[in-house]
């Protein structure tokens, strides 16, 4: 994500402050994984500024964790690019250690998987043309919309819309770079995606776009291992506890996400 500015309410930096604020946790480093010579990663490059490609090679937030877990562990990287849903069944078969590649957190996941410890609170919001924003009151308000809302075709923001949006026509789309001329276009009202996807969106369209301030729901993101891999489980924990304490943590995520509210 380029660091550009972004057009944030006051109310909206008042309400997604308090969502995204996290505290540090203090751990004693992390010991390698056994028998861990090489840890490959699973990585969809489908999420950016999170998780993309440049000159076929892996890179953003989740490319620099890798890096840097290995690292940690004391062994060597091999980062295997595929489809988002090739991610779950490589993990599950053994063709790779570990899913780095910008997960939300769900019970339907957390029954396949271990899930490590979030790095990031990614609430689902909606967004609209700016200057519209003040014309919802709550999340409820939203919620109970009779018009139409945009949504990232099978994505988990679809599954939400189309579960709790009763009212709402869903217009699923193939990718979000249109979103903004498909608000002036009124094809739909608000699209409704998780935050970091909001703010890699507006800093790509600044001025045209506002975040309706009131969370849809609460979502985090994390790696996930596989449930009999305790040993990894553990190591990465340490991790994600041992770069809160020294600060690694923030300095990446800003790297990537300038623009989140802490």
């Excluded at 109310?11 to 840890?39: F, Y």
């Excluded at 699973?42 to 877990?69: H, I, K, S, T």
């Excluded at 699209?191 to 729901?217: F, M, N, R, T």
Aim: hydrophobic share 45%; charged share 20%.
């Amino acid at each position: 994500m380029k660091n550009r500015p972004v057009r944030f309410s006051a109310i909206a930096v008042a309400v997604l402050l308090a969502v995204l604020a996290g505290g540090c946790a203090t751990s004693a480093p992390p010991a390698p994984a056994p028998d861990l010579e090489v840890l490959r990663v699973g990585f969809a490059p489908n999420y950016p500024p999170v998780c993309m490609e440049a000159a076929g090679q892996p890179v953003g937030l989740e490319a620099d964790f890798a890096e840097a877990f290995a690292k940690e562990l004391g062994c060597r990287l091999e980062i295997v690019q595929m489809d988002f849903d090739d991610l779950f069944p490589a993990l599950l078969g053994g063709r790779v250690d570990i899913l780095m590649s910008g997960l939300t957190v769900t019970p339907q996941r957390a029954y396949k998987v271990r899930f490590c410890t979030p790095y990031l609170s990614n609430p689902l919001v909606a967004v609209t043309r700016a200057g519209w924003a003040r014309s919802y009151a709550s999340a409820s308000q939203v919620l109970a919309l009779n018009a139409s809302i945009g949504v990232l075709r099978h994505t988990y923001g679809e599954t939400f819309v189309r579960k709790h949006c009763l009212r709402a026509r869903v217009v699923p789309i193939v990718e979000y770079d249109n979103v903004p001329q498909d608000l002036e276009d009124n094809r739909y009202s608000i699209y409704v995606d998780d935050l970091a996807a909001i703010l890699d969106l507006s800093a790509k369209h600044p001025g045209l776009l506002e975040v309706i301030p009131y969370p849809l729901q609460q979502q985090d993101i994390a790696w996930a291992v596989h449930p009999d891999n305790a040993s990894l489980l553990s190591a990465a924990n340490a991790t994600i506890d041992k770069w809160k304490a020294s600060g690694k943590l923030d300095e990446t995520l800003d790297k990537w996400l300038p623009d989140r509210f802490r």
